[in-house]
């Protein structure tokens, strides 16, 4: 899951298609706890930080930027967001660990999950393409095994398998003895 989000984009002037919000989608527990965080760091004096150092504002001129850019939730539990100042034009990236809280314990499968988001971090920074296609499989392979993994812990229900038509059940000569 890339979590990227899809961007949504309403079909009227070009104007308001770079001016459309971006819609991202996080599960329901990370949503509670990083309201509980925003609500903890609104509650805080401002006037204790220098202007760059403010969670939401321009790393150059201090101004509030609203919301990110682009925001990404990796596989491996971390939120990347893109920021821009609309004044300055600057441009900054922050990031959040929400698998460092102590509040939530890894499952077997989450810990692959987690070794698949890393391939697909070094995938992105791999120097050439044979990089990035082994990096591409060794992540596919580890979400193979989360997959393997939630469904030996009951976590998924296990494939159905097509039944046979009846074509398929036509016996086959056996050589040998016959009777």
């Not at 949503?31 to 925003?38: A, L, N």
């Not at 004044?87 to 922050?94: D, G, L, M, P």
């Not at 499952?107 to 296609?133: I, M, Y």
Request: proline share 7%; aromatic share 6%.
């Amino acid at each position: 899951m890339t979590g990227a989000g899809d961007r949504e984009t309403l079909p009227r002037s070009r104007h308001n298609r770079r001016r459309a919000l971006n819609v991202i989608s996080y599960p329901l527990h990370l949503c509670r706890k990083f309201d509980r965080r925003w609500s903890a760091k609104a509650v805080q004096d401002e006037t204790q930080q220098s202007p760059s150092q403010r969670p939401n504002g321009c790393t150059a001129c201090g101004r509030i930027v609203a919301a990110p850019l682009h925001a990404t939730y990796l596989p491996t539990g971390n939120f990347v967001n893109q920021w821009r100042c609309p004044v300055c034009k600057n441009s900054w990236q922050t990031s959040a660990d929400a698998t460092s809280s102590t509040d939530i314990q890894l499952s077997q499968s989450e810990h692959l999950r987690q070794n698949a988001g890393h391939c697909l971090t070094l995938e992105d920074t791999a120097a050439n393409d044979a990089a990035r296609k082994q990096f591409r499989s060794m992540g596919d392979a580890w979400l193979a095994l989360a997959e393997t993994q939630e469904w030996l812990d009951g976590a998924t229900p296990p494939v159905s398998r097509p039944q046979p038509q009846s074509a398929d059940l036509i016996p086959m000569p056996t050589q040998g003895r016959s009777s």
